[in-house]
């Protein structure tokens, strides 16, 4: 996992629960031996990823359709454009988010049809929205008329953290792409 700065929103307790080793990554050889990527955090993005090289590694990784996971500014991250926010983004994603938040704290529940039939609790906290995406990239859920969880190949990316829940059904599903089960 690669946290850009610390974070409140820690996906490692519901990753180890499911039995994942769980490796905070740092610096580039820590993405070497790894079968998939969660990028969390929000913090200076461009520094963050060009000082130990990190940005060129997960562009080479994404290239090889390596799974990762894109939560908030992890999401901003992986886009191919964004408004408002300024420049670092690695441009994997073909999608463009905007620095749109919901106004504070929003909690709700969304329908995920590949999660199954019950709905998951989901808790927006000045979230990015997405406000384009590209043919290729699949509407996993939206919420409000806004788009909030996407898929694109094997990379995944929301606009709320998961684990401000106890429903892991996200990590779940994250890890069934990367053990190449759907």
């Known amino acids: 996992m690669l946290s850009l700065e610390g974070t409140d929103n820690d996906p490692c307790q519901f ?37 130990s090289g990190l940005g060129d590694r997960i562009k080479e990784l994404a290239a090889m359709d390596f799974p990762i996971f894109g939560l908030c500014a992890g999401m901003v991250l992986l886009c191919k454009g964004s408004l408002g926010y300024e420049k670092g983004q690695l441009g994997l994603m073909d999608l463009t988010v905007a620095k749109e938040p919901m106004a504070g704290r929003t909690e709700a529940y969304l329908s995920i049809p590949a999660l199954g039939v019950n709905p998951m609790k989901a808790i927006f906290s000045e979230a990015p929205c997405i406000q384009e995406i590209a043919p290729n990239v699949g509407i996993l859920s939206e919420y ?22 106890s429903d892991d059904r ?11 089960e759907i």
């Open 144 to 165: 409000n008329g806004k788009i909030v969880f996407v898929r694109q190949g094997n990379m995944l990316a929301s606009t709320f953290y998961p684990g401000q829940t």
């Open 170 to 180: 996200i990590y779940r599903y994250f890890l069934d792409i990367v053990n190449e």
């Open 15 to 51: 990753l180890k629960e499911l039995r994942c080793e769980v490796i905070k990554v740092q610096q580039r050889e820590d993405l070497i031996n790894i079968q998939g990527l969660i990028i969390t955090g929000p913090g200076n993005r461009e520094n963050s990823l060009s000082i």
